[in-house]
């Protein structure tokens, strides 16, 4: 069973009826008290930062197909972006988005008047792994392109969009965006941090991009803490959280919150394991009844749910 923590929230009371998250505070000022004292208040909401909409995250998960809805259970899309207080209108980095399970969400809850960008693996990264042909990777190189397209398909009124490489973020966004996701996305980043410093390159984007009093939200499957370095380096898709942690501290980020709304108990991987045996992957699994029996029993991965910050 996923263990689920309760969110402190004000958009959280009914996700289908709740619209908004800010209350105007009454005046309690006497009738007596001249009008013109009570109007020269500042209001509290003047410059106040976007709210996280709880019903608009609601009203983004209906318009899921089928099999997107099949994944919320284990991914808990709605309390993860309550969680990194991503609110609409905001500019949002989505760290190697893929086939665009979260961007689909975000295209609707950020809307026309947000930003939505798509940072993928840098060209020359692709090879690396070993295993795609020429043409694979022509097509993976094209996706960075295509990404305000895919975008744009999600939804009529789309944010504003771009698709670009952690070696080539545009001038113009430069200390302008709100968040940063990477979502089940650092594993390979990190695989390649030894040969290649990806690791270090993506989070030095990352600081460059964000404005002050942003945040960096990090969903990650999570290996044992007592597994070896080797093992847990992202090239079997997991990373010790302890190691995470410490990526960014040396990054120059510092940690400000962690929940447990992604853990998953019941997958303990040993050594031999990769997070893809497990749902939606099957790798390994799918042709053998008994394992993958075995295997959706354990369900998705165990994910840390991480929030950073700029160090100060």
């Known amino acids: 069973m996923f263990k689920k923590s309760i969110i402190a929230s004000t958009c959280t009371l009914a996700l289908a009826m709740t619209f908004g998250c800010s209350e105007v505070p009454k005046d309690d000022a006497k009738d007596t008290e001249p009008k013109a004292k009570v109007a020269m208040q500042p209001s509290p909401l003047k410059d106040a930062a976007p709210a996280v909409d709880g019903g608009k995250l609601f009203y983004a998960l209906k318009n899921q197909n089928d099999e997107d809805k099949s994944r919320n259970d284990s991914r808990n899309p709605i309390q993860t972006l309550e969680f990194f207080k991503v ?27 947000g930003q939505l960008h798509g940072i993928n693996y840098n060209d020359e990264m692709w090879a690396r792994f070993g295993f795609f042909s020429e043409e694979d990777i022509q097509e993976a190189i094209k996706r960075t392109d295509k990404f305000p397209d895919m975008v744009s398909a999600f939804v009529e009124k789309a944010p504003q969009s771009t698709g670009f490489t952690f070696n080539t ?14 979502i089940r996305a650092l594993h390979n980043v990190n695989r390649f941090e030894t040969e290649a410093g990806t690791m270090s390159e993506a989070l030095a984007t990352t600081k460059m991009l964000l404005k002050d009093g942003g945040l960096v939200g990090v969903v ?93």
């Open 169 to 182: 973020p545009p001038d113009e966004l430069t200390g302008t965006v709100d968040r940063v996701l990477f």
């Open 220 to 312: 990650q499957h999570q290996a044992p803490e007592t597994s070896s370095d080797k093992w847990a380096d992202g090239s079997a898709g997991y990373l010790k959280k302890s190691a995470v942690i410490e990526a960014f501290k040396k990054a120059g980020f510092e940690l400000v919150n962690e929940s447990d709304i992604n853990e998953n108990s019941n997958d303990i991987p040993t050594e031999k394991d990769t997070v893809w045996r497990l749902p939606p992957s099957y790798n390994g699994t799918a042709d053998d009844p008994r394992l993958k029996e075995k295997v959706d029993a354990i369900g998705e991965s165990n994910r840390m749910t991480l929030l950073f910050k700029k160090a100060q």
């Open 87 to 113: 609110a609409p209108g905001m500019t949002v980095a989505e760290g190697l988005p893929g086939g665009g399970w979260y961007s689909k969400i975000l295209a609707y809850y950020l809307g026309s008047e």
